[in-house]
């Protein structure tokens, strides 16, 4: 595929997520860089990860403006997108991908179709990870959104199957199906031959360190394995490296604290603290070191989102342990993962791996290919 495209993507601000690394992604599934990104005032060239052309146009990005009356931010906004894209050289490129939509994105987009600004063989595909964005609409323009998405003239797909299936039956929409794209690890990366006999387990607890990622269950976890190894003899020893952020410190004391009380129960189980890492380059470093990784999630809030960890573990050719009922079934079917419900069910899970580790990673390698298939065949069907 040598093909050009434009990326509307406001949240490049933020050095910490999957906005700057996907368009990467998209780099590499196209076969170029020649696409054009499209983003908000503010943001700087020289600290973004990508080398295609950046046009930072749209109006400067708050937080705050998610919460705020959509009118008013669509109608100054989908102006300057409309100038942007009548452009001599972006007039003649005829679709566009929105890789992290949410409601502000999509009332956006659903403006300019609707005030018909753009040509009928412009063609936008709309990617969203939370059913919430939908949910937060005002009726009217959901209505309209619906329309321009059942008539195909905008195309619509969701991170997960699970959020697909529940955006046709919630909202008689329609959905085209899931769309990955990788995030921090490359879709197409080399791997060194690995180890085969691991006597210390890396097991990987990274990204934001929220309630909503079970960062209040891993404490707990530690100390279920520490009494595990305790009762058993074992020649192998974990080390768990948690990621905390800088400015949450309070959260870290007291994550701190509850893992300490544990200690005298097994040296077996140690713990390793990161700090931040907003460079690519320095977290790619860490998320290769993970033998492991742990994403004890909520099974509410992650019941149809994804997390990137999956892609990046499976990429990795690395085992996973979730939360029973999370999204990404489809990518956890080739026993390269096991779910858990409990907090024993996690230790259990992390014993299992870790004795049988090869044969996990032989797994990964067929969820590997899967999703590389999976994600090629549904991008190439798209552009």
């Known amino acids: 595929m040598d093909k050009r495209i434009i990326i509307l993507e406001r949240r490049l601000f933020s050095a910490i997520g999957h906005e700057r690394t996907q368009i990467n992604a998209i780099n590499e599934l196209i076969g170029n860089k020649k696409s054009i990104v499209i ?34 931010y669509i109608y100054e906004s989908g102006d300057i997108l409309i100038n942007v894209l009548k452009r001599k050289e972006l007039k003649k490129i005829q679709k566009m991908i929105v890789p992290s939509a949410r409601r502000l994105e999509i009332a956006l987009i659903t403006y300019i179709y609707n005030e018909k600004k753009i040509s009928l063989n412009f063609t936008t595909v709309i990617r969203i990870h939370d ?49 990955i794209l990788p995030v921090s690890v490359p879709y197409n990366i080399n791997l060194k031959r690995q180890k085969k006999i691991k006597n210390n387990i890396f097991i990987g607890c990274l990204g934001g360190p929220r309630r909503s990622k079970g960062i209040f269950k891993i404490p707990k976890i530690i100390k279920s394995l520490r009494l595990y190894f305790k009762r058993n003899k074992e020649d192998f020893k974990v080390t768990f490296i948690i990621q905390m952020s800088k400015d949450k410190k309070k959260r870290g004391i007291l994550f701190k604290i509850k893992e300490f009380l544990s200690r005298y129960i097994s040296s077996s189980v140690d713990v390793k603290y990161i700090y931040g890492i907003e460079d690519s380059k320095e977290f790619m470093s860490l998320l290769k070191k993970v033998d492991i990784f742990l994403l004890p999630y909520s099974k509410t809030q992650y019941k149809y989102c994804g997390s990137g960890f999956i892609t990046d573990a499976i990429f990795l050719e690395k085992p996973i342990i979730t939360v029973k009922d999370m999204s990404m079934q489809n990518l956890r079917q080739f026993k390269n993962a096991i779910s858990a419900n409990n907090i024993e069910g996690y230790s259990n899970a992390i014993t299992r791996i870790a004795k049988n580790y090869e044969y996990y990673v032989n797994n990964s390698k067929l969820a590997k290919k899967y999703l590389k298939n999976n994600i090629k065949k549904t991008f190439n069907k798209i552009f």
Request: contains cysteine.
């Open 39 to 72: 983003a908000c005032k503010g943001i700087n060239k020289n600290d973004m990860p990508f080398d295609n052309k950046l046009i930072p146009k749209l109006p400067k990005l708050n937080l705050e403006d998610e919460g705020k009356e959509l009118i008013e």
């Open 131 to 179: 059913i919430c964005f939908l949910e937060n609409l005002p009726g009217s323009i959901l209505l309209i959104f619906s329309e321009l998405v059942n008539q195909g003239r905008i195309k619509l797909f969701s991170e997960t199957e699970e959020l697909s299936k529940k955006i046709k039956s919630s909202f008689k929409i329609k959905s085209s199906g899931s769309l």
